[in-house]
């Protein structure tokens, strides 16, 4: 026996060899070529000559090994794993199942030197060299074959490069020659740049975008030229910018707005652009043909950038179709502007407006997960008013009621009963004392909100709340947002609270906040900046912050003072005092096609000073759950090293703080259709401000780091494109309500222990992505 070990362990580098050359020539991928073709392995290019320096030889190189096609098969340390997965799935019996997957997913099929046109190729090599500098280039094309694989080799020969002597502009008198020569400050041709046809190409769209704020309707990027003149020095050029001679004499033209007309009232399958007298209303610059008499004629003046007498200009076009379609009234918008039936260079401008259908109904059956982290279902029944008052405003009457459960974590049937109802109405313009003004393609807005909501949480108490809202909207762009409600009002009051409550009360009496009468009242503000629209970029982020001020005027002028026992009630109900800030930061980096790191920062807090001694329940921090550290049931952390299991017999009462800290980080990628996988790690915990005896550990201190909670999981999202249910398996690594030194449990982990299992496994149904 020793015997034969010792010859196996003798030929075991000899058998590695064997399997590793085996893999290798598995994965060179030429063994399944078709007859007579050859695998193209890819193409090599050489920069001859000494006329262009060290460094712009390199550059160009890199350059040009980019445009070589077609592009060869990914390869890994001369191993093409790709082109082996192609080869091992072998021809599919049909397009799904596993080997399907496979081969289109794993693999890729090989590419064929038949494929590769060297003189085309060699031609885009020469033109490119060419169009930056390089005149007079001399190119060649040959190829390689070593056994059943062929390469490209390429050799560009360029002369020195020409670099940009002067720029000049056109010096005749004529209305667009003056306007040309105007936009020379912001040109992009730059005296001792490179000669670059690409940049030539980029100043005439923006010399053309520049005479369209000027009136000059027709012009357009082709009728302009810039000449290159390489004989005024060695190696260097004139670029001279003209107005080409045969363009049309239109495109040569400033012109002025005339009329603007309106049609509110346009169908695209009836003739109904007429000019019936009883239908046509003359307002300020406006002529509106309203066949039915929809729309207030003042929404126009509000939305319409363009006036009588005004040069035309594509900034002002452009806004005017942006605000048109950001009412959310019409279903289609069109514009057209024609030469004028008048004296002089005016043109007409016709918006042919078709509105969506005034009144509607949508009934929703919704799975959810709310702010406090609970997951259920709710139906929504929404009835909207596109056009309320004939002044594009929205009314919307919504009745809804749900149920919610924490599916996660101890449960023991304390869930949630909900219904309510909520009227808002939305103004497309600022109503204030004084006037605003925008430059947005987007319409500000005002809204109006009144609700109500009944909560039952069954075997401990419900809650009947009260709200209203004013305030205002605006978009500065479409990465920036701002939401300033000049009051927000909350009215909470409680209902059928059980004996059990009580009882929890008499041992923990900070459960009695939950139901205490609450009366909130104050403005609020929030700012959103995200570009995570922008899909192509590889970092793109999101912003959060906001402030809400509640009670701050009222408690200056009554000069309220709980601590000195001057607390002043309005309806019999003691207003909450408080400042509360929250912010939000949110990044993902994009790491291919389909995956990326999604990373998430909160940080909040919260101070009630004059009429209160702490911020109301309602608008304290929570920490845990599905939104949140998806290891820990919902609202079940902190605060601090607090533990608030160890005197809950029945329930695990929600937990509370003044100041929340928390970060996310998940791994997101797909793994097949419409399944897409996640890995994630959660950390935080909340705090109090204030020394509370009944929760020892829970004030805010320096150590704070060192009561963090950490949880770390895995997950499958469905994404469904209109729908994304997701799930999420995790458990605890950290817990801040264990002794400090023992709160890391990572080496406590077992998740062959079904007692284990039932106590730290947390499963997490939701729907969308947590952040």
């Not at 060290?54 to 592009?71: F, G, I, V």
């Not at 949480?457 to 004013?470: A, D, P």
Request: hydrophobic share 35%; proline share 4%.
């Amino acid at each position: 026996m020793n015997v034969h070990y010792r010859i196996m362990k003798n030929k075991a580098p000899l058998l590695y060899s064997l399997f590793v050359i085996l893999f290798l020539s598995g994965c060179s991928g030429t063994k399944f070529l078709p007859k007579g073709e050859l695998l193209y392995t890819g193409a090599k290019i050489k920069i001859e000559g000494n006329e262009p320096s060290k460094k712009e030889r390199k550059t160009l190189k890199s350059e040009l090994e980019l445009l070589a096609r077609p592009k060869p098969n990914s390869s890994f340390l001369g191993m093409r794993p790709k082109l082996f997965f192609y080869n091992l799935a072998g021809k599919p019996k049909k397009e799904k199942g596993f080997q399907y997957w496979v081969k289109t997913k794993l693999g890729e099929p090989p590419v064929l030197y038949s494929k590769v046109d060297l003189e085309y190729n060699k031609s885009v090599l020469q033109n490119y060299s060419e169009n930056n500098g390089y005149f007079n280039v001399k190119s060649t094309a040959d190829s390689t074959r070593m056994g059943k694989r062929a390469k490209a080799n390429y050799t560009v020969t360029p002369n020195r490069r020409y670099f940009i002597r002067e720029v000049k502009f056109p010096k005749d008198s004529s209305a667009v020659a003056t306007e040309v020569r105007n936009t020379q400050k912001r040109s992009l041709l730059k005296k001792g740049e490179a000669y670059s046809l690409e940049i030539i190409k980029a100043e005439r769209d923006r010399i053309d975008s520049r005479l369209k704020e000027k009136g000059f309707y027709y012009f357009n990027p082709d009728y302009l030229l810039v000449q290159v003149d390489s004989t005024v020095a060695d190696h260097q050029v004139d670029l001279i910018v003209k107005v080409k001679n045969d363009a049309p004499q239109l495109s040569k033209e400033q012109y002025k707005i005339n009329n603007v007309v309106v049609y509110p009232n346009y169908s695209i399958n009836t003739d109904n652009a007429s000019s019936n007298p009883d239908s046509i209303v003359h307002y300020k610059d406006f002529t509106i043909i309203d066949t039915e008499k929809l729309f207030k004629p003042t929404i126009f003046d509000r939305t319409l950038y363009f006036k009588k007498g005004d040069y035309y200009n594509r900034t002002n076009h452009n806004l005017s179709l942006n605000r048109l379609v950001n009412l959310g009234t019409f279903k289609f918008v069109k514009n057209q502007f024609k030469v004028a039936d008048t004296t002089g260079n005016y043109l007409d401008a016709y918006y042919y407006l078709t509105p969506l259908p005034k009144k509607s109904i949508r009934v929703e059956v919704l799975a959810k997960t709310n702010s406090a982290n609970y997951t259920g279902t709710e139906l929504n029944v929404n009835w909207g008013n596109r056009n309320v008052f004939k002044g594009a405003e929205q009314l919307t009457i919504s009745a809804f009621g749900g149920l919610e459960v924490q599916v996660s974590g101890l449960n023991n049937g304390f869930n949630v009963y909900r219904f309510g109802t909520e009227a808002s109405l939305i103004w497309p313009r600022i109503i204030a004392p004084f006037k605003f003004d925008f430059a947005s393609r987007f319409v500000p807005k005002t809204k109006a909100t009144i609700g109500y909501e009944f909560q039952n949480r069954t075997k401990l108490y419900s809650l009947q709340t009260f709200k209203g809202s004013f305030g205002y909207l605006w978009k500065e762009n479409e990465l920036k947002e701002h939401l300033l409600n000049v009051t927000e009002i909350t009215f909470a009051t409680p209902q059928n609270v059980t004996a059990l409550y009580q009882e929890q009360i008499a041992v923990n009496a900070s459960l009695g906040k939950v139901i205490e009468k609450q009366l909130i009242f104050g403005p609020t503000y929030s700012y959103t900046y995200t570009n995570t629209m922008q899909k192509r970029k590889k970092n793109t982020f999101y912003y959060k912050a906001s402030i809400d001020l509640a009670g701050n005027i009222t408690g200056l002028v009554t000069g309220a003072n709980l601590k000195s026992g001057d607390t002043v009630k309005v309806f019999k109900v003691p207003f909450s005092q408080f400042i509360k800030v929250e912010n939000e930061f949110r990044h993902y980096l994009k790491l291919g096609e389909e995956s990326q790191l999604a990373s998430r920062i909160i940080v909040g807090a919260g101070f009630a000073y004059g009429n209160s001694n702490e911020m109301p329940f309602i608008k304290q921090f929570f920490n845990g759950g599905t939104n949140s550290i998806r290891a820990f049931r919902a609202r079940s952390i902190g605060p601090g090293s607090f533990d608030g299991s160890a005197n809950a017999n029945t329930f695990l009462p929600d937990q509370s703080g003044d100041f929340k800290l928390e970060f996310n980080t998940e791994y997101r990628a797909k793994i097949y259709g419409l399944v897409k996988g996640a890995l994630f790690i959660d950390a935080g915990n909340i705090w109090l401000l204030k020394e509370n005896p009944e929760k020892p550990g829970a004030k805010f201190s320096k150590d704070f780091l060192n009561e963090l909670a950490v949880g770390v999981g895995t997950g499958l999202r469905f994404d469904f494109s209109f729908l994304i249910i997701r799930t999420d398996l995790a458990f605890p690594i950290r817990k801040p309500n264990l002794p400090d030194g023992q709160r890391w449990v990572l080496d406590k982990v077992s998740l062959g222990s079904g007692t284990w299992r039932n106590e730290n496994l947390i499963f997490n149904l939701a729907i969308g992505y947590p952040f």
